[in-house]
């Protein structure tokens, strides 16, 4: 391919023979084309690269197999390194990504240049339709004082990145299992984010994926609290209060939990990982106080905001908007934002 692609998809493979075409067939039926696919191995002991390879016919798809086995997320940040697109889109060797999903991510970044990324889901947002433009402290708002969902539960699959915002934010930090919660809740400290449709493709379960186990969590229980206690939280200090209490109530609720299990050693664990002190649990710890609009963009007259994409156009489109319209802020009894 000698013309610079638009879009970088990434797919890094570890012994995904069995699946590993099907992911590739679903990159290739994109509605979206403007794309280089690139399949980075990590030293499979199977099949997976000669099935990989059987693809380059195509030539959007490149094929590259590491010298030595780096890991997961090292070798997701590795395969940022080959990407030569001003977008970055992840898909798992082991997913199927439904043909609109780069068609639908694309359009809506692109339209939003105040956006370092975007992230889709697997269920709604709550707070309004998609595409949903949103600041750092919205995006605190949204999972601190809301229900959250923005950054458990997100995969790096669910993710389409500006190039450059995600080498500034040095990619993916590489901390285990459960790094991508880290990537998100560094990242929406710092940038904005552009919460899009979900359901854009189906993450497979297969007995080939590793056990991820209730302690890999705990290292990033006090990645949170640190977070909530850094200068760079985009949190008012009136909301950093409230939201350092829900966070000490849900861990308490973790422990209780571990223990009526018999789990012991994990009830332990949380605590003494929570990164928590003494202090800190006498000051916050209060039933936590969440609202499912918390982080939700109102415009001036407190309603909801649309994107003009939604909106129907033509005579008279105006006037049946603003006839069906009502102050949903003000009758939910929701702060304007």
């Excluded at 023979?17 to 199977?46: H, M, N, P, R």
């Excluded at 992840?90 to 809506?108: F, G, N, Q, T």
């Excluded at 949204?142 to 969902?149: A, D, V």
């Excluded at 499912?292 to 908007?321: C, H, M, W």
Aim: proline share 6%.
């Amino acid at each position: 391919m000698s013309q610079q692609p638009k879009l970088s998809v990434l797919m890094t493979s570890y012994n995904r023979e069995k699946y590993i075409g099907q992911a590739i067939e679903s990159v290739l039926a994109q509605t979206f084309t403007d794309f280089e696919l690139l399949i980075v191995d990590d030293c499979s002991s199977d099949n997976t690269v000669s099935v990989a390879r059987s693809y380059q016919n195509d030539s959007r798809v490149r094929v590259v197999v590491n010298e030595h086995n780096l890991g997961d997320y090292p070798n997701r940040n590795h395969a940022a390194t080959y990407a030569r697109g001003s977008f970055l889109k992840y898909h798992d060797s082991d997913d199927i990504m439904y043909p609109c999903c780069l068609e639908v991510m694309m359009k809506a970044l692109e339209s939003e240049p105040r956006a370092g990324f975007a992230l889709s889901a697997n269920e709604r947002w709550p707070g309004g339709p998609c595409p949903m433009f949103s600041t750092p402290r919205q995006s605190f708002q949204r999972e601190f004082l809301g229900w959250g969902g923005l950054f458990w539960g997100i995969m790096p699959a669910h993710a389409l990145f500006r190039a450059d915002a995600f080498r500034a934010l040095k990619g993916f930090p590489e901390a285990g299992p459960h790094s991508d919660v880290l990537c998100w809740l560094r990242a929406c400290a710092k940038v904005n984010v552009l919460l899009v449709q979900g359901d854009l493709f189906w993450p497979r379960s297969h007995e080939g994926q590793g056990p991820v186990t209730a302690f890999d969590r705990v290292p990033i229980y006090e990645e949170i609290w640190r977070a909530l206690n850094g200068l760079d939280c985009p949190l008012t200090a009136k909301e950093l209060f409230q939201a350092r209490r829900n966070w000490c109530y849900w861990m308490l609720k973790q422990v209780v939990f571990s223990s009526l299990h018999g789990r012991w050693q994990l009830a332990f664990c949380i605590v003494r990982s929570s990164g928590i002190s003494p202090l800190d649990w006498a000051r916050y710890l209060r039933r936590g106080h969440r609202s499912g609009l918390a982080g939700t963009p109102f415009d001036e007259n407190g309603e909801y905001i649309v994107p003009d994409s939604l909106l129907p156009k033509g005579p008279g489109a105006e006037a049946r908007q603003s006839e069906t319209s009502g102050n949903m802020a003000a009758r939910l009894g929701a702060p304007v934002r």
